[in-house]
Protein backbone atom coordinates (compact mmCIF):
# COMPACT_ATOMS: atom_id res chain seq x y z
CA UNK A 1 0.00 0.00 0.00
CA UNK A 2 1.34 3.50 -1.26
CA UNK A 3 1.59 5.73 2.04
CA UNK A 4 0.38 9.27 1.48
CA UNK A 5 2.09 12.14 2.34
CA UNK A 6 5.10 14.71 1.51
CA UNK A 7 8.74 12.40 1.56
CA UNK A 8 11.30 14.52 4.04
CA UNK A 9 13.34 15.45 1.18
CA UNK A 10 10.88 17.39 -0.42
CA UNK A 11 9.95 19.17 2.87
CA UNK A 12 13.04 20.13 3.97
CA UNK A 13 14.22 21.49 0.45
CA UNK A 14 11.00 23.59 0.36
CA UNK A 15 11.09 24.94 3.56
CA UNK A 16 14.66 25.66 3.39
CA UNK A 17 14.91 27.32 0.22
CA UNK A 18 11.53 28.91 0.99
CA UNK A 19 12.94 30.80 4.10
CA UNK A 20 16.11 31.74 2.32
CA UNK A 21 14.03 33.00 -0.28
CA UNK A 22 12.17 35.24 2.11
CA UNK A 23 15.42 36.32 4.21
CA UNK A 24 16.54 37.45 0.51
CA UNK A 25 13.80 39.38 0.02
CA UNK A 26 13.45 40.74 2.99
CA UNK A 27 17.05 41.63 3.22
CA UNK A 28 17.66 42.52 -0.54
CA UNK A 29 14.19 44.79 -1.59
CA UNK A 30 15.21 47.59 1.36
CA UNK A 31 18.90 47.36 -0.21
CA UNK A 32 17.47 47.82 -3.28
CA UNK A 33 15.32 50.60 -2.19
CA UNK A 34 17.98 52.17 -0.26
CA UNK A 35 20.51 52.19 -3.23
CA UNK A 36 18.14 53.75 -5.84
CA UNK A 37 17.72 56.75 -2.93
CA UNK A 38 21.66 56.50 -2.53
CA UNK A 39 22.14 56.96 -6.27
CA UNK A 40 19.75 59.54 -6.81
CA UNK A 41 20.86 61.82 -3.86
CA UNK A 42 24.55 61.05 -4.63
CA UNK A 43 23.25 62.86 -8.77
CA UNK A 44 21.26 65.78 -6.94
CA UNK A 45 23.80 66.71 -4.57
CA UNK A 46 26.12 66.58 -7.59
CA UNK A 47 23.92 68.76 -9.89
CA UNK A 48 23.27 70.89 -6.86
CA UNK A 49 27.18 71.50 -6.52
CA UNK A 50 27.33 72.80 -9.95
CA UNK A 51 23.98 74.62 -10.09
CA UNK A 52 25.09 76.83 -7.15
CA UNK A 53 28.60 77.18 -8.67
CA UNK A 54 27.15 78.15 -12.22
CA UNK A 55 25.13 80.54 -10.34
CA UNK A 56 27.34 81.86 -8.51
CA UNK A 57 29.57 82.80 -11.94
CA UNK A 58 26.90 84.25 -13.37
CA UNK A 59 26.95 88.12 -12.77
CA UNK A 60 23.76 88.60 -10.70
CA UNK A 61 22.51 91.74 -13.36
CA UNK A 62 22.49 89.21 -16.13
CA UNK A 63 19.34 90.39 -17.69
CA UNK A 64 18.51 93.32 -16.69
CA UNK A 65 21.93 95.28 -18.16
CA UNK A 66 21.37 95.61 -21.77
CA UNK A 67 24.88 95.54 -22.12
CA UNK A 68 25.40 92.96 -19.98
CA UNK A 69 26.91 89.62 -22.30
CA UNK A 70 24.48 86.67 -21.67
CA UNK A 71 26.81 83.91 -20.94
CA UNK A 72 27.27 80.87 -18.95
CA UNK A 73 31.10 79.66 -17.37
CA UNK A 74 33.37 77.84 -20.05
CA UNK A 75 34.42 74.61 -18.13
CA UNK A 76 31.13 73.15 -17.92
CA UNK A 77 30.58 69.26 -18.38
CA UNK A 78 29.40 68.49 -21.60
CA UNK A 79 26.76 65.87 -19.61
CA UNK A 80 24.88 68.80 -18.41
CA UNK A 81 22.35 70.71 -19.88
CA UNK A 82 22.64 74.14 -18.08
CA UNK A 83 20.07 77.41 -18.80
CA UNK A 84 18.91 80.62 -17.24
CA UNK A 85 15.53 81.54 -16.24
CA UNK A 86 13.35 84.40 -15.58
CA UNK A 87 11.20 84.11 -12.35
CA UNK A 88 8.05 83.45 -14.86
CA UNK A 89 10.00 80.03 -16.11
CA UNK A 90 10.87 81.50 -19.46
CA UNK A 91 14.35 80.51 -21.12
CA UNK A 92 16.81 83.48 -21.34
CA UNK A 93 19.86 81.54 -22.75
CA UNK A 94 21.55 78.45 -22.30
CA UNK A 95 19.88 74.90 -23.30
CA UNK A 96 16.46 73.75 -21.96
CA UNK A 97 13.09 73.58 -22.31
CA UNK A 98 11.53 77.17 -23.28
CA UNK A 99 9.76 77.27 -20.24
CA UNK A 100 10.20 75.23 -17.38
CA UNK A 101 7.81 76.29 -14.51
CA UNK A 102 10.03 73.99 -12.51
CA UNK A 103 13.08 76.40 -13.01
CA UNK A 104 10.66 79.24 -11.97
CA UNK A 105 10.41 77.45 -8.08
CA UNK A 106 13.45 79.13 -7.26
CA UNK A 107 12.32 82.29 -6.90
CA UNK A 108 11.99 81.29 -3.39
CA UNK A 109 15.50 81.65 -2.87
CA UNK A 110 16.26 77.87 -2.36
CA UNK A 111 17.71 75.34 -4.49
CA UNK A 112 14.99 72.25 -5.83
CA UNK A 113 15.14 69.19 -7.96
CA UNK A 114 12.93 66.82 -9.91
CA UNK A 115 12.92 64.82 -12.96
CA UNK A 116 11.66 66.61 -15.74
CA UNK A 117 11.38 65.96 -19.52
CA UNK A 118 13.54 62.41 -19.17
CA UNK A 119 16.21 64.34 -16.82
CA UNK A 120 16.97 64.73 -13.53
CA UNK A 121 16.91 68.42 -12.68
CA UNK A 122 17.76 71.22 -10.31
CA UNK A 123 17.39 74.86 -9.90
CA UNK A 124 19.17 77.60 -7.92
CA UNK A 125 18.41 81.48 -7.15
CA UNK A 126 20.68 84.17 -8.94
CA UNK A 127 21.13 86.72 -5.91
CA UNK A 128 21.39 90.53 -6.92
CA UNK A 129 20.50 93.74 -5.08
CA UNK A 130 17.09 94.06 -6.54
CA UNK A 131 16.08 90.62 -5.69
CA UNK A 132 16.03 86.80 -7.66
CA UNK A 133 15.56 87.68 -11.05
CA UNK A 134 16.80 84.88 -12.73
CA UNK A 135 17.58 81.07 -11.78
CA UNK A 136 19.85 78.36 -13.15
CA UNK A 137 18.33 75.29 -14.28
CA UNK A 138 21.04 72.57 -14.57
CA UNK A 139 20.06 68.78 -15.68
CA UNK A 140 21.53 65.43 -16.86
CA UNK A 141 20.20 62.19 -18.03
CA UNK A 142 18.45 60.83 -15.32
CA UNK A 143 18.58 57.46 -17.22
CA UNK A 144 22.35 57.21 -16.14
CA UNK A 145 20.90 57.06 -12.72
CA UNK A 146 18.73 54.69 -13.38
CA UNK A 147 20.86 52.63 -14.99
CA UNK A 148 23.76 52.53 -12.66
CA UNK A 149 20.40 51.52 -10.23
CA UNK A 150 19.23 48.97 -12.53
CA UNK A 151 22.94 47.35 -12.84
CA UNK A 152 23.21 47.55 -8.82
CA UNK A 153 19.85 45.47 -9.03
CA UNK A 154 20.79 43.23 -11.09
CA UNK A 155 23.81 42.40 -9.22
CA UNK A 156 21.60 41.95 -6.12
CA UNK A 157 19.59 39.83 -7.95
CA UNK A 158 22.12 38.04 -9.20
CA UNK A 159 23.75 37.74 -5.42
CA UNK A 160 20.03 36.08 -4.56
CA UNK A 161 20.05 33.61 -7.51
CA UNK A 162 23.06 32.43 -5.79
CA UNK A 163 22.14 32.54 -2.29
CA UNK A 164 18.91 30.79 -3.48
CA UNK A 165 21.18 28.04 -4.85
CA UNK A 166 23.63 27.29 -2.61
CA UNK A 167 20.37 26.95 -0.13
CA UNK A 168 19.03 24.40 -2.35
CA UNK A 169 22.59 22.59 -2.15
CA UNK A 170 22.53 22.48 1.49
CA UNK A 171 18.94 21.82 1.89
CA UNK A 172 19.39 18.80 -0.66
CA UNK A 173 22.37 17.26 1.24
CA UNK A 174 21.00 17.82 4.43
CA UNK A 175 17.98 16.36 2.96
CA UNK A 176 19.74 13.42 2.74
CA UNK A 177 21.65 13.90 5.69
CA UNK A 178 18.40 13.28 7.42
CA UNK A 179 16.14 11.43 5.03
CA UNK A 180 19.21 8.53 4.34
CA UNK A 181 19.11 7.31 8.18
CA UNK A 182 15.43 7.18 7.98
CA UNK A 183 15.40 5.16 4.65
CA UNK A 184 17.74 2.85 6.39
CA UNK A 185 15.72 2.79 9.34
CA UNK A 186 13.03 1.33 7.21
CA UNK A 187 14.45 -1.34 5.66
CA UNK A 188 15.84 -2.41 9.07
CA UNK A 189 12.87 -2.32 10.31
CA UNK A 190 11.44 -4.20 7.03
CA UNK A 191 13.92 -6.49 7.58
CA UNK A 192 13.16 -7.17 11.34
CA UNK A 193 9.12 -7.81 10.44
CA UNK A 194 10.56 -10.23 7.83
CA UNK A 195 12.09 -12.57 11.02
CA UNK A 196 15.83 -11.17 10.44
CA UNK A 197 16.86 -10.54 14.23
CA UNK A 198 20.76 -9.96 12.85
CA UNK A 199 19.46 -6.73 11.14
CA UNK A 200 21.44 -4.10 12.77
CA UNK A 201 20.76 0.43 10.88
CA UNK A 202 24.62 1.91 10.10
CA UNK A 203 25.72 4.93 12.02
CA UNK A 204 24.66 8.38 10.03
CA UNK A 205 26.53 10.43 12.46
CA UNK A 206 22.67 12.14 13.11
CA UNK A 207 22.34 11.30 16.97
CA UNK A 208 18.77 10.99 17.17
CA UNK A 209 19.09 8.36 13.79
CA UNK A 210 21.69 6.79 15.89
CA UNK A 211 19.86 6.09 19.20
CA UNK A 212 16.52 4.85 16.89
CA UNK A 213 19.05 2.46 15.10
CA UNK A 214 20.47 1.29 18.80
CA UNK A 215 16.69 1.21 19.68
CA UNK A 216 15.55 -1.16 17.22
CA UNK A 217 19.12 -2.77 17.33
CA UNK A 218 18.41 -3.90 21.06
CA UNK A 219 14.78 -4.96 19.97
CA UNK A 220 15.72 -7.01 17.22
CA UNK A 221 18.17 -8.66 19.90
CA UNK A 222 15.89 -8.87 22.59
CA UNK A 223 13.15 -10.42 20.06
CA UNK A 224 15.78 -12.74 18.98
CA UNK A 225 16.43 -13.94 22.70
CA UNK A 226 12.77 -14.78 23.36
CA UNK A 227 12.18 -16.13 19.95
CA UNK A 228 15.18 -18.46 20.46
CA UNK A 229 14.10 -19.34 24.25
CA UNK A 230 10.07 -20.14 22.54
CA UNK A 231 11.99 -22.59 20.08
CA UNK A 232 14.49 -24.23 23.25
CA UNK A 233 10.96 -24.01 25.55
CA UNK A 234 8.71 -25.44 22.82
CA UNK A 235 11.23 -28.11 22.24
CA UNK A 236 12.54 -28.84 25.67
CA UNK A 237 8.85 -28.30 27.83
CA UNK A 238 7.84 -31.61 26.44
CA UNK A 239 10.08 -33.71 28.54
CA UNK A 240 9.37 -31.86 31.57
CA UNK A 241 5.52 -32.51 31.31
CA UNK A 242 6.06 -35.78 29.56
CA UNK A 243 8.00 -37.16 33.01
CA UNK A 244 5.53 -36.55 35.39
CA UNK A 245 2.98 -37.90 33.29
CA UNK A 246 4.88 -41.12 32.75
CA UNK A 247 4.88 -41.38 36.38
CA UNK A 248 1.50 -40.27 36.49
CA UNK A 249 0.56 -43.28 34.38
CA UNK A 250 2.88 -46.22 35.40
CA UNK A 251 1.50 -45.41 38.95
CA UNK A 252 -2.32 -46.17 38.07
CA UNK A 253 -1.44 -49.14 35.18
CA UNK A 254 0.35 -50.81 38.62
CA UNK A 255 -2.10 -50.30 40.69
CA UNK A 256 -4.95 -51.26 37.62
CA UNK A 257 -2.86 -54.78 36.58
CA UNK A 258 -2.10 -56.01 40.68
CA UNK A 259 -5.27 -56.95 41.80
CA UNK A 260 -3.56 -56.40 45.98
CA UNK A 261 -2.83 -52.72 45.58
CA UNK A 262 -3.85 -50.33 47.28
CA UNK A 263 -6.86 -48.00 44.76
CA UNK A 264 -7.01 -45.16 47.28
CA UNK A 265 -3.25 -44.93 47.83
CA UNK A 266 -2.71 -44.98 44.40
CA UNK A 267 -5.57 -42.37 43.42
CA UNK A 268 -3.85 -40.49 46.17
CA UNK A 269 -0.30 -40.90 44.47
CA UNK A 270 -1.91 -39.91 41.15
CA UNK A 271 -3.34 -36.75 42.56
CA UNK A 272 0.37 -35.71 43.89
CA UNK A 273 1.35 -36.24 40.88
CA UNK A 274 -1.63 -34.60 38.89
CA UNK A 275 -0.59 -31.60 41.15
CA UNK A 276 2.85 -31.37 40.42
CA UNK A 277 2.15 -31.36 36.71
CA UNK A 278 -0.39 -28.43 37.33
CA UNK A 279 2.55 -26.65 39.00
CA UNK A 280 5.08 -27.02 36.23
CA UNK A 281 2.48 -26.14 33.84
CA UNK A 282 1.75 -22.95 35.58
CA UNK A 283 5.39 -22.41 36.33
CA UNK A 284 6.17 -23.17 32.40
CA UNK A 285 3.26 -20.74 31.25
CA UNK A 286 4.69 -18.14 33.44
CA UNK A 287 7.88 -18.38 32.45
CA UNK A 288 7.07 -18.38 28.74
CA UNK A 289 5.25 -15.14 29.32
CA UNK A 290 7.92 -13.11 31.31
CA UNK A 291 11.00 -13.20 29.59
CA UNK A 292 12.76 -11.33 32.60
CA UNK A 293 12.13 -13.34 35.41
CA UNK A 294 9.87 -11.92 38.69
CA UNK A 295 13.00 -10.27 40.02
CA UNK A 296 11.60 -10.76 43.60
CA UNK A 297 13.19 -12.14 46.81
CA UNK A 298 13.14 -16.15 46.91
CA UNK A 299 12.10 -18.18 49.46
CA UNK A 300 15.04 -20.71 49.43
CA UNK A 301 14.24 -23.03 52.40
CA UNK A 302 10.33 -23.47 51.48
CA UNK A 303 11.79 -24.18 48.05
CA UNK A 304 14.30 -26.56 48.86
CA UNK A 305 11.42 -28.56 51.25
CA UNK A 306 9.13 -28.72 48.20
CA UNK A 307 12.02 -30.75 46.58
CA UNK A 308 12.49 -32.73 49.50
CA UNK A 309 8.98 -33.48 49.43
CA UNK A 310 8.47 -34.20 45.90
CA UNK A 311 12.01 -36.46 45.57
CA UNK A 312 12.28 -38.03 48.51
CA UNK A 313 9.88 -41.02 47.38
CA UNK A 314 10.98 -41.76 43.86
CA UNK A 315 14.31 -41.90 45.43
CA UNK A 316 13.26 -44.14 47.76
CA UNK A 317 11.34 -46.41 45.73
CA UNK A 318 15.06 -46.76 43.96
CA UNK A 319 17.33 -47.73 47.10
CA UNK A 320 18.47 -44.24 46.66
CA UNK A 321 19.16 -41.29 49.48
CA UNK A 322 18.57 -37.62 48.88
CA UNK A 323 20.34 -35.45 51.02
CA UNK A 324 19.85 -32.02 51.67
CA UNK A 325 22.19 -29.47 52.98
CA UNK A 326 20.93 -25.76 53.98
CA UNK A 327 23.00 -23.53 55.61
CA UNK A 328 21.72 -21.73 57.89
CA UNK A 329 22.59 -17.86 57.18
CA UNK A 330 21.70 -17.53 53.63
CA UNK A 331 21.49 -13.60 51.63
CA UNK A 332 18.37 -13.09 50.28
CA UNK A 333 17.97 -14.33 46.73
CA UNK A 334 16.69 -12.53 43.84
CA UNK A 335 14.67 -15.23 41.46
CA UNK A 336 11.91 -16.27 39.87
CA UNK A 337 10.44 -18.86 42.33
CA UNK A 338 8.89 -20.49 39.21
CA UNK A 339 12.08 -20.32 37.08
CA UNK A 340 14.44 -22.03 40.00
CA UNK A 341 11.84 -24.66 40.93
CA UNK A 342 12.10 -25.67 36.99
CA UNK A 343 16.15 -25.92 37.36
CA UNK A 344 15.54 -27.52 39.82
CA UNK A 345 12.93 -30.36 38.57
CA UNK A 346 15.33 -30.72 35.81
CA UNK A 347 19.06 -31.00 37.73
CA UNK A 348 16.59 -33.86 40.15
CA UNK A 349 15.08 -35.23 36.90
CA UNK A 350 18.07 -36.55 35.37
CA UNK A 351 19.93 -37.07 39.02
CA UNK A 352 17.29 -39.42 39.30
CA UNK A 353 16.42 -40.88 36.31
CA UNK A 354 20.25 -41.07 33.89
CA UNK A 355 22.24 -40.87 37.83
CA UNK A 356 22.88 -43.36 40.46
CA UNK A 357 23.83 -43.47 44.12
CA UNK A 358 22.79 -41.02 46.32
CA UNK A 359 21.47 -37.74 45.10
CA UNK A 360 23.43 -34.57 47.27
CA UNK A 361 21.69 -31.11 47.47
CA UNK A 362 23.05 -28.33 48.63
CA UNK A 363 22.45 -24.75 49.21
CA UNK A 364 25.59 -22.77 50.21
CA UNK A 365 26.23 -18.84 50.75
CA UNK A 366 29.01 -18.06 48.26
CA UNK A 367 29.15 -14.25 49.09
CA UNK A 368 27.49 -12.23 45.73
CA UNK A 369 25.04 -14.77 45.86
CA UNK A 370 23.80 -18.84 46.54
CA UNK A 371 25.05 -21.65 44.82
CA UNK A 372 23.08 -24.51 44.60
CA UNK A 373 24.88 -27.81 43.88
CA UNK A 374 23.09 -30.98 42.71
CA UNK A 375 24.76 -34.45 42.21
CA UNK A 376 24.80 -37.88 42.49
CA UNK A 377 26.96 -41.06 42.02
CA UNK A 378 26.48 -41.86 38.69
CA UNK A 379 29.05 -42.42 35.30
CA UNK A 380 28.67 -38.72 34.36
CA UNK A 381 29.71 -36.72 31.71
CA UNK A 382 31.92 -37.82 28.92
CA UNK A 383 34.45 -35.57 28.37
CA UNK A 384 33.83 -33.41 26.13
CA UNK A 385 30.30 -33.14 25.12
CA UNK A 386 27.71 -30.68 25.49
CA UNK A 387 25.48 -30.97 27.89
CA UNK A 388 23.40 -27.91 27.49
CA UNK A 389 23.09 -28.79 23.90
CA UNK A 390 19.67 -29.12 22.10
CA UNK A 391 20.60 -32.64 21.42
CA UNK A 392 22.26 -34.42 23.68
CA UNK A 393 23.75 -37.53 23.38
CA UNK A 394 22.96 -39.02 27.20
CA UNK A 395 20.41 -38.50 29.58
CA UNK A 396 21.86 -36.05 31.37
CA UNK A 397 21.27 -33.28 28.74
CA UNK A 398 17.64 -33.82 28.32
CA UNK A 399 16.10 -30.24 29.49
CA UNK A 400 19.39 -28.81 30.32
CA UNK A 401 19.31 -26.42 27.90
CA UNK A 402 15.94 -24.70 28.98
CA UNK A 403 17.40 -24.74 32.19
CA UNK A 404 20.33 -22.52 31.20
CA UNK A 405 18.08 -20.51 29.34
CA UNK A 406 15.95 -20.12 32.18
CA UNK A 407 19.41 -19.47 34.83
CA UNK A 408 20.43 -17.13 32.47
CA UNK A 409 17.03 -15.10 32.56
CA UNK A 410 17.11 -15.09 36.21
CA UNK A 411 20.75 -13.09 35.98
CA UNK A 412 22.56 -15.94 37.36
CA UNK A 413 24.46 -19.21 35.85
CA UNK A 414 24.03 -22.71 35.42
CA UNK A 415 27.80 -24.44 35.43
CA UNK A 416 28.65 -28.25 35.02
CA UNK A 417 30.99 -28.05 37.67
CA UNK A 418 32.01 -31.46 37.62
CA UNK A 419 31.79 -34.23 35.17
CA UNK A 420 32.18 -37.46 37.21
CA UNK A 421 30.41 -37.91 39.29
CA UNK A 422 28.37 -35.08 37.81
CA UNK A 423 27.58 -31.94 39.69
CA UNK A 424 25.75 -29.08 38.51
CA UNK A 425 25.78 -25.65 40.06
CA UNK A 426 22.95 -22.78 40.03
CA UNK A 427 24.35 -19.97 40.93
CA UNK A 428 21.67 -16.75 41.82
CA UNK A 429 22.47 -13.01 43.02
CA UNK A 430 21.46 -11.57 46.06
CA UNK A 431 19.65 -8.79 46.71
CA UNK A 432 21.84 -7.71 49.03
CA UNK A 433 25.18 -8.98 50.46
CA UNK A 434 24.60 -7.86 53.65
CA UNK A 435 20.94 -8.97 53.75
CA UNK A 436 20.72 -12.09 55.95
CA UNK A 437 18.10 -14.57 56.26
Given at each position: MRQQGTPLRRRALVAIVAVTALAVLLFAAPLAIAVSRLYEDQAVSALQRDAVWIAA?????????????????????????????TIQGKRMFGAGPATSAFAALSRDGHTHQTIEDGQLAV??????????????????????????????????????VVVLGLAAAIAIYLARR???????????????????????????????????????????????????????????????????????????????????????????????????????????????????????????????????????????????????????????????SAAVRQILLVLLDNATSHGAGEVDLTVTDVGPGVAITVGDQGDGIAEGQDVFGRRPRDGHGIGLGLARSLAEAEGGRLLLQRERPPVFCLLLRALDHSSKR
Open positions: AVPDDVGTTPDQPAVLPADISADLTVGAYTAPIPSDEGIAVTVRVAAPYEEVSERIHQTWLALGGLALATPLERLTVAAQALGDGDFTVRAPRSGVLEADQAGEALGATARRLGDVLARERAFSSNVSHQLRTGLTGLMLGLESALINPAADKTEAIRNALARGERIQTIISDLVTLARDTQGAGGPLDLPSLIEEMRQDWHGPLAEQGRRLTIRLDADLPVVTAS
